[in-house]
């Protein structure tokens, strides 16, 4: 579903949002602070952004689609280089941080069906609930806007079934799983949105098959995915096509390996950020989420500032299920 209308706030907020909902949960920035001047959290940022050139430059200089793909890669580093420095020394220059796209998504399809039945193998229903959000985790690992998980990648590669084993002991810096294994293992969800967040084995292998168990228990699930590229983050248009890739036709209906599609919709959400802002989502969104009982955010501890202001650790997972009462 296209966005096409004025940004609107999330409706299941509470409100009034102003005083009730923050988008960032560390703070960046103060009111006290110079609006000219990048503050040590901004500063850090930007280096994560900077760290990143080298891996994406290697990426862009390897497309072959396009003939002059090195010297463009050249000049993207440049550039970009360029609009973090001008960042850096007035943090209201070229009005926020610039965007890049990074793509996994072809080799993550060719395990999709693989990672599935493993999943599907699993018989206790508890069980297969924890290797699905293992299997959220160990794709969300695969970031390639991470300066250190890119450094990683290019050099030795990584192994998302291997990622599922290796992912820090429990408990994690927030561990809820139990708590929500307790509901997941007593009720289905009427409606789940679910918001995505990178290219590749995170969107492939680790969110759709978690969607694909909610609709095989009933649940309507829509997938929310930015407007406009953002880092490595998944988009609306992308994910329509990714998720055209894993459906099948049988007798006129749509199936993701044997379970009924008809329920899966997919929206925009109508950013252009590399975070979530539930203050300002699409309409379609809004429209769409308005009888959700079951909202997900994924993502995970990928930067060392986030590590320490949750007192975890790096990589560490995040999982914190509150349940709301009517």
């Not at 050099?155 to 599922?164: N, P, Q, V």
């Not at 293992?185 to 918001?195: E, L, P, Q, T």
């Not at 759709?208 to 953002?230: M, W």
């Not at 501890?301 to 914190?320: M, S």
Request: hydrophobic share 40%; with cysteine; proline share 6%.
């Amino acid at each position: 579903m296209e966005s096409s209308s004025a940004m609107v706030p999330f409706p299941l907020l509470t409100t009034p949002i102003e005083s009730t909902y923050r988008p960032c949960t560390i703070p960046y920035r103060f009111a006290s602070d110079s609006p000219r001047k990048a503050t040590p959290a901004e500063v850090a940022w930007i280096d994560v952004f900077r760290k990143s050139i080298a891996s994406f430059r290697k990426h862009a200089e390897l497309d072959d689609s396009v003939s002059d793909a090195q010297a463009r890669a050249a000049q993207f580093s440049e550039r970009y280089g360029k609009i973090l420095d001008d960042l850096q020394e007035d943090p209201e220059s070229h009005g926020g941080p610039p965007d890049c796209v990074e793509e996994e998504n072809a080799k993550s399809l060719i395990l999709f069906e693989q990672v599935v039945t493993l999943f599907d193998n699993t018989e206790d229903g508890g069980k297969r609930l924890e290797n699905l959000i293992r299997g959220v985790f160990a794709g969300n690992i695969f970031d390639l806007g991470a300066a250190q998980l890119a450094e990683v990648f290019e050099r030795d590669g990584l192994s998302f079934l291997a990622s599922c084993e290796n992912l820090l002991p429990r408990p994690w810096v927030i561990d809820d799983l139990e708590t929500f294994k307790s509901s997941w293992m007593r009720k289905s969800w009427k409606k789940a949105v679910i918001f995505v967040d990178n290219s590749g084995a995170d969107i492939v292998l680790g969110i759709l098959p978690f969607a694909r168990e909610l609709l095989r228990r009933g649940t309507q699930v829509v997938l929310a995915a930015n407007d406009l590229p953002s880092i490595n983050d998944v988009t609306y248009s992308e994910l329509v096509e990714i998720v055209s890739k894993v459906k099948e036709m049988k007798d006129g209906r749509e199936y993701i390996l044997g379970v009924d599609a008809k329920n899966l919709l997919i929206v925009n959400s109508g950013s252009d950020l590399p975070v979530i802002d539930l203050s300002y989502v699409s309409p379609e969104l809004a429209y769409l989420s308005n009888d959700a009982d079951l909202v997900v955010l994924e993502g995970m501890v990928k930067h060392p500032e986030v590590a320490e202001f949750l007192g975890g650790r790096l990589y560490d997972c995040v999982i914190k299920y509150t349940e709301v009462i009517p």
